[in-house]
């Protein structure tokens, strides 16, 4: 097989893993705005893809070029080694997604790509600069959105406590469209880069760096410059997008109602305001945020503010262990995809 042929397909298997993850994280988007009932489940995945995909217009692509060559030496990179890290990513998301476990797509796609690149050069080819702010937002993403989360419900529950509850509970449900536009918003522009990101990096080891650089200096977004090719950047909010749309209901559950049963319109509009607000900050600060983390984080608030007995702590504790294991399980299964793509396949490229 000719080597262009082979990047051509691992582009398409980018944009694959690009699908599982608006798929896999669909629950993200909509469980609340689902379990508050302010939408169908048609509706609301139709509402989350649309802004998913206007998404690609608003923001900049600091976080693709964070994943492409602030993580990874790009000398250790090579068309095995994105292979590889694909490899890891979709297979991480298949396997958490039958287990029904709302885990991070975006780490799952950075450890496999580092358990690739360690398979292949060594632990000299992990930039430490790099993965230091990845992984204190790893730690920081859930508290800062707890945080939002309780404060933003206990705000508005001090200003709504004199209302009419029906009345509350209506506003509230329109304002839910808008929170949960917002938060899909911030989905879309974060998590579509991170694909953005390993199709550069790709086309820079295959050695057609040119075909993923924005023509015309870029064009200037809300956060920052479109730096990277616009066919790159539309296909993948399309394939996530797309992705949203298929769904992910067995995950939806478990954000939506087993964190914290009950949740009604004023929790959900806190939740998605805080999880939007924590996504936003990590995208303009160019860090590849896990928008599971964040929506976790905030729906913990919101069950909070009615006292530790509304949240189901248990399932807390369930996503975090599955948090953690993500790294390691992600990169092994992206080292063993190196190793797939390097002996079985490397042979019959040319």
Known sequence: MPMLYFVFLLVAIALVFDFFNGFHDAANSVATVVTTR?????????????FNFVAAFLFGTGVAQTISNKLI?????????????????IVWDIITWLMALPTSSSHAIISGYAGAAIAKAGWSSILIKGWIPVIVFLIISPVIGMILGWGIMTGLSWLTRHSNRDKTEKRFRHLQLLSAGLYSLGHGTNDAQKTMGIIVALLAAAGHEQWGKATHNGFQGLAGKHEI?????????????????????RIVKTIGSRITPHLRPLGGFSAEMAAATTIGFATIAKVPISTTHAIGGAV???GATRGPHAVRWIWGEKIVVAWIV???????????GYALAHFAIQPFIH
């Open 38 to 50: 302010v939408l169908s489940p048609l509706q609301a995945v139709l509402w989350a893809a649309f």
């Open 73 to 89: 030496d790009p000398k250790a990179v090579d068309v095995y080694v994105i292979c590889g890290g694909l490899i890891g990513a």
């Open 229 to 249: 090719a616009w066919w790159i950047i539309l296909s993948c909010h399309a394939a996530m997008a797309l992705g949203t749309m298929a769904g992910g209901w």
């Open 300 to 302: 913990l608030g919101v």
């Open 326 to 336: 993500t790294f390691p399980g992600a990169a092994l299964i992206g080292a063993a």
